[in-house]
């Protein structure tokens, strides 16, 4: 076990990162033990473990590839320095230990772990789903504390039942860039800008300056698309029908995110994207996840950076982007399902929300004490971590199990208008066609 775990923040976190990307899915391809206590807004904490009366192992599994000293770092550690008595191993998704060779070698494990949306895709054609309400009610644990979104998105993938909990949060933040700010005499962004002011912003900052080309405003087409703040749903879960050329918001969605920003001399046909910002060091403002401030730690050393919460819609403002929490389940084939839903319950506590929180790592609770303490004991404590929470998420919409495949096909022909190589009507065209397919592939799979 490590104990400063930061060298992997720069590069196997990273990995973590963008498999909240759909663009990024396919690479990132019980004796009974006592009841937690509720840890709820009143400030109660769970009570310390009894010794088991036998011994207990709990295998944890990232389907998306979360390295171990990641693991370690933000769970492990404590999970082990709680539980004594259990015995806990870890397995991540690589050559060898993917899940379709997981299952093939009958290897057990207990509680996995992914976004939510590719949980599901990958545990429910798979069988190992497990409705864990009986569990949740019998280690109190109050789904009432949890920001709402998150809980509601897990119930509508699975017809009511909780098949995971979250554990963490990720929403998008607007990450900018001081010096460049500086250097065109231009107002830094503030709290409450909408779209329009941004891209506005962004166009003033798209310019050459001694031979460098600097850009007013980037993002990852997938995790906007995926993250939207319109709330747009993916496809007609009554019809199985793709809804890009159908739902008018998917215009506004491409003309505000792929087409404005491109209305600058100077633009970039590829998007700026993260390493951009941090590398070239040329990107004035970047759409992007909270959580990359405790992955991309020694690249954000070298820029004079800040962030303010996501720019909203003059119609739905104070609105972000949806939350994409990182979710926790026990397996139908778990050995002690009541001690994995113990340590479950402490994962979700005030006392561990708290730790994570310190560090820098979104909070999923709406107890206002766990989270006035993000990012207290970061590097970059001096930085707004208050940005995070400043915006109401929007709301996550309904979801289908090939979900995440809607968002790779529309995310890349909004590149495509990025790029000057389509225009909307045709892109919205062109990608019902293809959403359509996938559809259709995914329906017609052998069960």
Known sequence: MLNKQKPFRRTATLALTLCLSAAALAACSQGSAP???????????????????????????????????????????????????????????????TLPEMIASGTRFDITYHAVGFYENFLIPNGLHYDMTELIKKHGVDLNRFEATSIDAIKQLSGGK????????????????????????????????????????AK????????????????????????NPLSIPNADLASNTPTINKNESWKRFYQTFFLDPQLSPGALQTIPDVNTFTKDKNVAMMAYLSSVITILTDQLKQIDWDIVPLP???????????????????????????????????????????????????PVLKNEEVRKVLGSESEFKDKNFKAIFQ??????????????????????????????TTDINTASRQAEEEAKKKIEEFLNKPK
């Not at 778990?334 to 979104?362: C, H, N, P, W």
């Open 312 to 362: 909203s819609f003059e119609d739905i403002p104070g609105t972000g982007s949806q939350i994409n929490s990182i979710n926790f389940g026990i397996t139908n084939i778990a050995k002690d399902k009541d001690a994995a839903m113990e340590v479950l319950a402490y994962m979700t506590s005030d006392e561990f929300q708290t730790r994570l929180s310190k560090k820098g790592i979104m």
């Open 162 to 201: 909780m098949y995971s909990l979250p554990v963490y949060g990720n929403n998008l933040v607007l990450y900018y860039n001081k010096s460049i700010f500086d250097k065109f005499g231009v107002p830094y962004p503030k709290e409450g800008m909408t779209w329009k002011q941004t891209m506005d912003l």
């Open 35 to 97: 009841p937690a206590s509720t840890a709820g807004d009143n400030g109660q904490q769970p009570k310390a473990p009894e010794k088991p009366k036998e011994p207990v192992e709990l295998v944890f599994y990232a389907i998306n590839g979360d390295p171990e000293d990641s693991f370690n770092y933000r769970f492990g550690d404590d999970i082990r320095k709680k539980f004594p008595d259990y015995t806990i191993k870890y397995i991540f998704n690589q050559k060898g230990m």
């Open 391 to 420: 915006n109401k998420p929007a709301p996550i919409p309904p979801k289908a199990l090939y979900d995440a495949e809607m968002v790779n096909i529309y995310a890349k022909y909004g590149t495509e208008i990025w790029k000057g």
């Open 204 to 227: 003033n900052l798209t310019r050459q300056d001694a031979g460098v080309q600097y850009h007013g405003f980037g993002m990852t087409p997938t995790l906007l698309t995926r993250m």
